[in-house]
């Protein structure tokens, strides 16, 4: 599936990424979809609100981490020049609460796609960090 199929499918937040993708999971979504393996499988589930997902967050050391562990087997790798389909951590207000919060997205030309309780937005940001597929056409 293309960037453009993904972003267009009916996506549903949900915490914990069951019925549904908070903005870290849509991003290990986007990450099977591509590979063949999902990257939050052991996790799927293991939370249903904010509080667990960061609660999650912290014991893996922090999102940074904790992404890394999870895509670099899978060929990924840390980049500072985002192509469309990388994903990253983004500095964007929460459409949850407003406050500014480090957020899960992919790359969509010039813009991040998030997932937020409305559905997919994309936003002009930038990023923490960002994490490319070294075998991406």
Same mark, same amino acid.
Request: charged share 25%; net charge neutral.
């Given at each position: 599936?293309?960037?453009?199929?993904?972003?267009? %499918?009916?996506?549903?937040?949900?915490?914990?990424?069951?019925? $549904? !993708?908070?903005? +870290?999971?849509?991003? /290990? *979504?986007?990450?099977?979809?591509?590979?063949?393996?999902?990257?939050?499988?052991?996790?799927?589930?293991?939370?249903?609100?904010?509080?667990?997902?960061?609660?999650?967050?912290?014991?893996?050391?922090?999102?940074?981490?904790?992404?890394?562990?999870?895509?670099?087997? %899978?060929?990924?790798?840390?980049?500072?020049?985002?192509?469309? $389909? !990388?994903?990253? +951590?983004?500095?964007? /207000? *929460?459409?949850?609460?407003?406050?500014?919060?480090?957020?899960?997205?992919?790359?969509?030309?010039?813009?991040?796609?998030?997932?937020?309780?409305?559905?997919?937005?994309?936003?002009?940001?930038?990023?923490?960090?960002?994490?490319?597929?070294?075998?991406?056409?």
């Amino acid at each position: 599936m293309n960037i453009h199929e993904f972003l267009k %499918l009916p996506h549903r937040f949900r915490w914990g990424g069951l019925g $549904g !993708d908070d903005c +870290i999971m849509f991003c /290990a *979504s986007w990450v099977a979809d591509q590979t063949g393996t999902d990257p939050a499988e052991k996790v799927r589930g293991t939370y249903r609100d904010e509080e667990g997902a960061l609660a999650f967050v912290a014991r893996a050391g922090g999102l940074i981490p904790m992404i890394d562990n999870g895509v670099k087997p %899978l060929g990924y790798s840390r980049t500072t020049m985002p192509v469309t $389909g !990388d994903i990253g +951590i983004i500095m964007a /207000a *929460s459409d949850i609460d407003g406050t500014l919060k480090e957020i899960g997205a992919i790359r969509f030309g010039p813009l991040w796609a998030v997932l937020a309780p409305a559905g997919v937005r994309a936003k002009r940001c930038d990023f923490v960090a960002a994490w490319s597929r070294g075998d991406k056409a």
